[in-house]
């Protein structure tokens, strides 16, 4: 698959807007009405907010579904590799025919209107969801929940809500309360909502907005529970208690974004099968992964090579405290990240652990952090700090220098997506 075609369209949708993220939902009203409206002929749709945790949440309920014999879409953001990660039909991620077909229709539908890329490409991803049969279709929200594209849903069969932290406050607001507001649009009346654990500044907003949507919680700590017991996950909710293999995703944060699935599971009325297909069976690339093979695992040599995409404090912290459950080695950061995120509270619970971090700008990305400006953030929060010019260098130079070393690379989903195609 090339993606020539769908990759033409793409940039040319890049032009439309100004601004790469403008929340509103007006434009994509306007988009969707072009199409009658293909938002309103979708399977049964669960929409998914949050800070941390929304896209391996999402790879848990999906694998349940599936491992019930449930034909399920996901609609997820960024992609790492290429385009078409965005969209999974029920058969598998969307072909470059049919991606083209749903991004010609709609690039003649909205003509040289104004639009964002992401508004457009998920009025796309809804249009393709709809021509294609499917028992469910879980969507990820973009950035922030009340204003997002993907916010279009009359009557989801059910929200869910992972943790929310800060993180896009130059877009959803400076305080917690403020962000959990922008998570909780995406709570409908009467719809049932899973909640992830929060803060109880977020929780208390979370739970007025579902009173004056008159929609049942599901709340971490109140109506279910989630704990990992002698290498087993534990769940715990009205309907009984579950006991289960952990999480394939690697973590302690996963057991927490495991509770939010199984919730979800039960709400849909899943039985313990599908759960326990959610913990062995799910699979999301960028997330404490290791990679085992390809050019930069052979340039490592001895050295252990992992790649995660997260890139706020509380990933950070999460981050550092799934580390130390790895057997001991030493541990080397190669880092690139935004110049809009929280590089200081990203690293400085990493700098507890780690020994050294390599600083890299992120190829292609014009919002990326100049090597030298991560390097001096890392210095600052404690770390020992260098640049190089490129991920590969880096690795090479660690893994000569400390032969049994641990490599994490991380600090971005985007840069993540460039390790993944270099390393093939």
């Given at each position: 698959?090339?993606?020539?075609?769908?990759?033409?369209?793409?940039?040319?949708?890049?032009?439309?807007?100004?601004?790469?993220?403008?929340?509103?939902?007006?434009?994509?009203?306007?988009?969707?009405?072009?199409?009658?409206?293909?938002?309103?002929?979708?399977?049964?749709?669960?929409?998914?907010?949050?800070?941390?945790?929304?896209?391996?949440?999402?790879?848990?309920?999906?694998?349940?579904?599936?491992?019930?014999?449930?034909?399920?879409?996901?609609?997820?953001?960024?992609?790492?590799?290429?385009?078409?990660?965005?969209?999974?039909?029920?058969?598998?991620?969307?072909?470059?025919?049919?991606?083209?077909?749903?991004?010609?229709?709609?690039?003649?539908?909205?003509?040289?209107?104004?639009?964002?890329?992401?508004?457009?490409?998920?009025?796309?991803?809804?249009?393709?969801?709809?021509?294609?049969?499917?028992?469910?279709?879980?969507?990820?929200?973009?950035?922030?929940?009340?204003?997002?594209?993907?916010?279009?849903?009359?009557?989801?069969?059910?929200?869910?809500?992972?943790?929310?932290?800060?993180?896009?406050?130059?877009?959803?607001?400076?305080?917690?309360?403020?962000?959990?507001?922008?998570?909780?649009?995406?709570?409908?009346?009467?719809?049932?909502?899973?909640?992830?654990?929060?803060?109880?500044?977020?929780?208390?907003?979370?739970?007025?907005?579902?009173?004056?949507?008159?929609?049942?919680?599901?709340?971490?700590?109140?109506?279910?529970?989630?704990?990992?017991?002698?290498?087993?996950?534990?769940?715990?909710?009205?309907?009984?208690?579950?006991?289960?293999?952990?999480?394939?995703?690697?973590?302690?944060?996963?057991?927490?974004?495991?509770?939010?699935?199984?919730?979800?599971?039960?709400?849909?009325?899943?039985?313990?099968?599908?759960?326990?297909?959610?913990?062995?069976?799910?699979?999301?690339?960028?997330?404490?992964?290791?990679?085992?093979?390809?050019?930069?695992?052979?340039?490592?040599?001895?050295?252990?090579?992992?790649?995660?995409?997260?890139?706020?404090?509380?990933?950070?912290?999460?981050?550092?405290?799934?580390?130390?459950?790895?057997?001991?080695?030493?541990?080397?950061?190669?880092?690139?990240?935004?110049?809009?995120?929280?590089?200081?509270?990203?690293?400085?619970?990493?700098?507890?652990?780690?020994?050294?971090l390599t600083a890299v700008?992120?190829?292609?990305?014009?919002?990326t952090l100049p090597a030298?400006?991560?390097?001096?953030?890392?210095?600052?929060?404690?770390?020992?700090?260098?640049?190089?010019?490129?991920?590969?260098?880096?690795?090479?130079?660690?893994?000569?220098?400390?032969?049994?070393?641990?490599?994490?690379?991380?600090?971005?989903?985007?840069?993540?997506?460039?390790?993944?195609?270099?390393n093939g």
């Amino acid at each position: 698959m090339s993606g020539a075609e769908s990759d033409a369209i793409l940039a040319r949708m890049m032009a439309l807007h100004p601004k790469i993220i403008d929340l509103t939902l007006d434009r994509v009203w306007r988009l969707l009405g072009a199409l009658d409206h293909p938002e309103r002929r979708l399977a049964p749709v669960i929409h998914i907010a949050g800070t941390n945790g929304k896209g391996s949440t999402l790879a848990m309920i999906r694998a349940g579904l599936e491992g019930a014999g449930l034909r399920v879409q996901a609609y997820t953001s960024p992609h790492l590799a290429r385009f078409h990660e965005r969209i999974r039909l029920a058969d598998g991620l969307i072909s470059e025919a049919a991606l083209t077909e749903v991004l010609d229709e709609f690039e003649r539908a909205n003509g040289r209107a104004a639009i964002t890329y992401f508004e457009i490409t998920t009025c796309a991803a809804l249009l393709a969801f709809a021509r294609d049969p499917a028992d469910f279709c879980l969507l990820e929200v973009g950035l922030g929940g009340r204003l997002d594209a993907t916010n279009v849903i009359d009557a989801p069969r059910l929200t869910v809500i992972t943790p929310v932290a800060l993180d896009h406050q130059q877009f959803l607001g400076e305080t917690l309360p403020q962000i959990a507001f922008e998570k909780a649009g995406i709570i409908k009346r009467s719809v049932p909502c899973v909640v992830g654990p929060q803060e109880e500044a977020a929780l208390e907003v979370i739970e007025a907005q579902a009173t004056r949507m008159g929609a049942p919680l599901l709340a971490h700590g109140q109506h279910w529970h989630v704990w990992e017991e002698r290498g087993r996950l534990v769940f715990q909710d009205e309907r009984g208690l579950l006991d289960l293999p952990m999480p394939r995703l690697i973590g302690a944060h996963q057991v927490q974004n495991a509770g939010i699935a199984l919730a979800a599971l039960r709400a849909l009325d899943m039985n313990e099968a599908p759960c326990e297909a959610a913990m062995a069976r799910a699979e999301w690339p960028a997330r404490l992964q290791r990679l085992r093979q390809g050019p930069l695992v052979e340039g490592a040599g001895r050295a252990e090579l992992w790649l995660d995409g997260g890139h706020n404090p509380a990933a950070g912290e999460a981050l550092a405290e799934a580390l130390t459950r790895l057997a001991p080695r030493p541990l080397h950061l190669v880092c690139g990240m935004l110049n809009t995120k929280d590089v200081g509270g990203f690293m400085r619970p990493l700098a507890q652990i780690a020994e050294s971090l390599t600083a890299v700008s992120i190829p292609g990305e014009a919002a990326t952090l100049p090597a030298e400006i991560t390097a001096e953030a890392a210095r600052a929060a404690g770390l020992s700090a260098r640049t190089a010019e490129s991920v590969r260098a880096a690795v090479a130079r660690i893994a000569a220098e400390v032969p049994n070393a641990r490599i994490l690379i991380c600090g971005s989903l985007y840069l993540a997506g460039r390790v993944l195609g270099e390393n093939g």
